[in-house]
């Protein structure tokens, strides 16, 4: 003897089952939009930090790798003009 449920499908938080799937998918794509913005958050830092560094250490030494080439080939013109 099987009895029929007479109320309607309902789970025990008072939604039917299509409505907590559409709250399931929502969940998921606030969940992807929030990693993806996430993701160009830790992109953004990652590129602020190459720029901080770059700014700090790399152009320094580039300048002063320049400034010493500049001043060896200084050097040598004026020993050539010199006649040595």
Excluded: H, Y
């Excluded at 089952?17 to 998921?28: H, N, T, V």
């Excluded at 993806?36 to 990652?46: D, P, T």
């Excluded at 300048?63 to 500049?70: G, N, R, T, V």
Aim: net charge positive.
């Amino acid at each position: 003897m099987t009895s029929k449920n007479t109320k309607s499908a309902r789970s025990w938080c008072g939604r039917t089952e299509g409505e907590m799937l559409q709250a399931l998918d929502r969940l998921i794509l606030a969940a992807a939009a929030f990693g993806l913005s996430g993701l160009a958050w830790i992109l953004w830092r990652l590129l602020q930090a190459a720029w901080e560094w770059l700014t700090l250490v790399g152009l320094p030494i580039f300048m002063f790798l320049f400034s010493a080439a500049a001043l060896v080939t200084c050097l040598r013109w004026w020993l050539q003009s010199a006649g040595w």
